[in-house]
């Protein structure tokens, strides 16, 4: 979790993603904000997000993000 | 036949009293039938087309769901395999779907690309022989591009990209897609609906309501009055202006911009406006195409509020997919390590920006200055991207982010810029575009404005004073929208109030609608498209 908390704060300094549960809701994060956070999930956790994957849902907060992870990372 | 025409007028009147007549449960098959009856009118011919699509899609579909439920009851029987197991299953039954998908995709978008972009690939093909001094050349093929097919291919190909990716179900029900691909309201100019939003309130029988059918019609009038009393105006002073340029420089040119950028706003809005009003008469619901896009403080956000359904289809269908495929995470991770972090990052979101903008301006059309609008959008996007830094430390160090002054500015600037752009499409024609841009800063013909040359674009000082005050109206409720719906508010209004408002909009519109010597209701610019 530290590890990707790192790579979102690279991206938005001045957001606390610990608490935010609307990153894409409240348009915090846009579309070129997901793909280098993809780009670098890629790159950190050796998962690739596929594009079906990219919905609000899964992006809204670090917590329902690192889920999407481990869930990708399981299967 | 066009929205703004009687027989279509009729034509909905007609359907919306047989759809109330109708028991709830057949309902939709009429709309079925009045959609190609539509459709059927205005070409026989197309209908061959949308037929094809519709029949493709729906077994493809349909196919393509069977895999996906035998895959899962097959996980489902054999709990035992190991996860590498399931993963190799998962990916052998994904290979094998997605070749029924990549026919389904290949079938109708060469369709699209066969009626829409033949006769621009020939004209290039030709041009590039004929540089090279030879004097054969090809010759055009003589074949129509359906009207429609640009909106329902968008469409019925997100149907299918969902069913693939498992995000909704196939539909069984073979008319009940054509209903989908083909209803009659969106088949010309959208918005370019997903099946899991339209097929909520599209196939289900509604009783009359009053409270909705007066939405409808109170969005069908507005409709109404943005095309008839502003757009259709508007053209009349930019077609002057365009059919020869040479004699409208300078100023003119800044003109043509402004005009512009608020013909084809007031266009495609009012179109957009009547058919979700259509849809909201016969309880059906459809996306928002629009969030008043000239409010906008910049150009990313004003895409975020412009055609809308497009923008989403090709950041689901197009951005996504390139930019986080195998490939580009490749390129990512190369230019990373050759130069280093910052601009590795870069890399992918670039390349598919310009991925997406050049497939959105081919999108609007089969020729090059689409093309070119298309690149400077995604230019000017990336330019943005680059400069946000600096702007957010102008907005800290000055503390102007919140000024209404400030935010005036950014929209003003905002609307000139996505101006300046579509002077592509304006012009339509590449060289002469940057040409006649050019001339703004060479000649200075600011007389213009006051020695009577306004007054010889086809409008009198009436006319202007019409489109000022349709502005006005435009502006005041895109204002109010920001916070609340106008609709609420006017339907809070005693009933002396409202019909006030009725009959004073109607009037408008029959009055000071631009009909007339001169003045022609002319198809929906996106209609083409």
């Not at chain 2, 591009?145 to 498992?166: H, Q």
Request: aromatic share 18%; charged share 20%; hydrophobic share 45%.
């Amino acid at each position: 979790m530290e590890l990707l908390l790192d790579i979102l704060e690279d991206i938005h300094p001045d957001v606390n993603f610990k608490e935010k549960t609307g990153l894409i809701d409240e348009g915090i994060l846009d579309s070129f904000d997901i793909i280098r956070i993809v780009a670098d999930i890629d790159e950190e956790f050796d998962v690739a997000i596929p594009p079906e994957e990219i919905i609000p849902e899964n992006f809204n907060s670090a917590k329902s993000l690192y889920e999407l992870i481990e869930r990708l990372l399981g299967n | 036949m066009l929205f703004t025409s009687y027989s279509f007028l009729i034509f909905i009147i007609t359907v919306f009293i047989s759809y109330y007549l109708t028991p709830k449960k057949y309902q939709w098959i009429l709309l079925l039938c009045a959609s190609y009856l539509f459709y059927g009118l205005v070409s026989i011919d197309y209908l061959g087309y949308i037929m094809v699509t519709t029949i493709s899609t729906y077994f493809i579909s349909l196919k393509i769901h069977e895999i996906n439920q035998s895959k899962k009851s097959y996980l489902m029987e054999h709990k035992e395999l190991s996860r590498k197991e399931k993963k190799e299953y998962k990916k052998e039954i994904k290979k094998y779907t997605k070749k029924y998908l990549t026919f389904g995709m290949l079938l109708n978008f060469g369709l699209l690309g066969v009626t829409k972009y033949t006769n621009f690939i020939i004209g290039n093909i030709n041009s590039i022989v004929t540089s090279f001094g030879s004097n054969g050349t090809l010759s055009f093929i003589d074949i129509a591009m359906p009207m429609g097919i640009s909106f329902y291919t968008f469409k019925t190909m997100s149907y299918l990209l969902d069913v693939y990716r498992e995000k909704h179900d196939a539909e069984d029900n073979l008319f009940k897609l054509a209903l989908f691909v083909s209803f009659f309201p969106q088949l010309v100019q959208g918005p370019i609906s997903r099946y899991n939003d339209l097929s909520q309130t599209l196939f289900e029988g509604h009783r009359y309501k009053y409270t909705t059918v007066r939405h409808g019609i109170q969005r069908i009038i507005w409709g109404f009055f943005k095309k008839i009393v502003i757009a259709d105006r508007i053209l009349v002073a930019v077609k002057t202006m365009i059919v020869t340029p040479d004699d409208y420089k300078g100023f003119y040119v800044l003109l043509v911009m402004l005009f512009y950028t608020y013909q084809l706003y007031a266009d495609f809005t009012g179109g957009i406006d009547i058919t979700i009003g259509i849809g909201e008469t016969l309880g059906i619901e459809m996306a928002e195409n629009f969030k008043r896009p000239y409010l906008s403080r910049s150009i990313k956000e004003f895409w975020r509020r412009w055609h809308i359904t497009m923008g989403t289809w090709f950041k689901d269908y197009v951005f996504y997919p390139v930019s986080v495929s195998p490939w580009m995470l490749n390129i990512s991770k190369k230019s990373r390590k050759k130069f280093g972090n910052a601009i590795g990052k870069r890399v992918p979101v670039y390349i598919s920006t310009l991925i997406v903008w050049f497939t959105t301006g081919l999108w609007h059309g089969a020729h090059w200055n689409f093309i070119v609008w298309g690149l400077m959008n995604g230019i000017v996007i990336i330019i943005s991207f680059e400069f946000e830094p600096t702007y957010k430390w102008f907005h800290s160090k000055f503390n102007v982010e919140d000024k209404l002054a400030f935010r005036v500015f950014q929209i003003i600037r905002t609307i000139l810029l996505m101006s300046a752009i579509r002077l592509f499409d304006v012009y339509q024609n590449v060289p002469l575009t940057f040409r006649m841009f050019g001339t703004i800063f060479t000649e200075f013909n600011f007389n213009i404005f006051y020695d009577g040359s306004l007054l010889q674009l086809g409008l009198t000082i009436g006319d202007y004073i019409i489109l000022l005050i349709g502005l006005i109206v435009l502006y005041s409720i895109s204002i109010y929208q920001e916070t609340g719906s106008f609709r609420v508010y006017l339907n809070n209004r005693p009933q002396q109030v409202r019909y006030a408002v009725y009959s004073l909009v109607i009037i408008f519109i029959i009055v000071f609608g631009a009909y007339g010597v001169g003045f022609d209701s002319t198809q929906f610019i996106y209609n083409q498209f």
